[in-house]
């Protein structure tokens, strides 16, 4: 779910408590879900503009929209001045106004501290909560901050620190609607830690995921296990046909195949623009790798 359609399940929530009292059955929050839902699609679209933007959501959607980083910024910061807990707002005004890398990331890492300690002190840190954040709506933002954090780690070179960032992002939210066990695979394959990355493959079913059998194979391939670096690479040919056209692109002189995709607007799973958002978030891994590519390609014209 986005951050726009979390939107109306706000609203939602708001209509149900103005609307009943703790005592509220099952059949209650029914008959108001229906009522909710009729006066919502009934209603009008209320596009927001600065004179009538009231709450911090309100604000931030006018960020996320504004045409200018001056205005983004200054709409941004009036959503955390409304809701100073709002950490979607408060990520996005770390972004906008960093000038150096190293202080985003410290910027960063003050910014979970503290919103750790608010979700601790909110109690959604009790063993009623772990396992299954994302699953309650307040959990979102507080997801959304630490998964930025744990991709600026990678991205700063900091592999061992967005490792922990992914191990407990996957403890809090064990069905993993964000897709970090992606990362945290790349990420075991940059360490070659066989057992933490099988570990890791076998606990989402050992699904036959792009993005789970290319760090597999590089994996082994670093080991020197050619035979299963193999058995990855014919696995990850099944599940993504477009194997061979991205090793060519890779191997490409210039790479100006790359530059010719749009990947902003998302992909298709299993073509050739999965391995490019892949290659694209993942360059810790990839950098230095050509042996390994080459090697793929030679392996590929084997397969039938």
């Not at 933002?141 to 992002?169: F, H, V």
């Not at 609607?177 to 493959?201: C, K, P, Q, S, V």
């Not at 749009?262 to 958002?277: Q, S």
Request: aromatic share 14%; charged share 30%.
């Amino acid at each position: 779910m986005s951050k726009e359609t979390e939107k109306p399940f706000k609203e939602f929530h708001k209509y149900i408590d103005e609307h009943s009292d703790e005592n509220r059955t099952e059949a209650d929050v029914e008959r108001l879900m229906n009522e909710f839902i009729a006066q919502y699609n009934s209603s009008t679209p209320v596009y927001i503009t600065p004179e009538t933007a009231e709450s911090a959501d309100d604000y931030l959607e006018l960020a996320y929209n504004a045409t200018s980083m001056k205005d983004a910024l200054k709409y941004a910061k009036e959503a955390l001045k409304l809701d100073p807990h709002n950490f979607d707002a408060e990520a996005l005004v770390l972004e906008l106004k960093a000038k150096d890398g190293t202080k985003l990331v410290r910027d960063y890492a003050k910014a979970v501290q503290r919103a750790t300690a608010f979700m601790e002190e909110t109690g959604y840190f009790e063993d009623e909560y772990i396992g299954d954040f994302w699953g309650v709506l307040a959990t979102r933002p507080y997801m959304r901050l630490r998964c930025k954090y744990a991709n600026l780690l990678t991205e700063s070179g900091m592999i061992g620190q967005a490792r922990d960032e992914c191990i407990e992002l996957l403890r809090l939210c064990e069905g993993d609607n964000m897709g970090i066990r992606f990362l945290l695979m790349h990420i075991y394959a940059y360490f070659e830690d066989e057992e933490a990355a099988l570990t890791l493959h076998k606990q989402f079913d050992s699904y036959d995921e792009t993005e789970m059998l290319l760090p597999l194979s590089i994996l082994y391939y670093k080991k020197g296990d050619f035979t299963k670096a193999t058995q990855y690479l014919r696995k990850l040919n099944g599940a993504n046909r477009d194997l061979k056209r991205f090793l060519k692109i890779v191997l490409a002189e210039g790479n100006e195949e790359f530059e010719g995709f749009e990947l902003d607007g998302g992909y298709r799973p299993g073509t050739v623009e999965e391995f490019m958002v892949e290659f694209r978030d993942n360059g810790f891994l990839f950098m230095g790798m050509d042996t390994y590519f080459e090697w793929a390609l030679q392996q590929t014209k084997k397969f039938k």
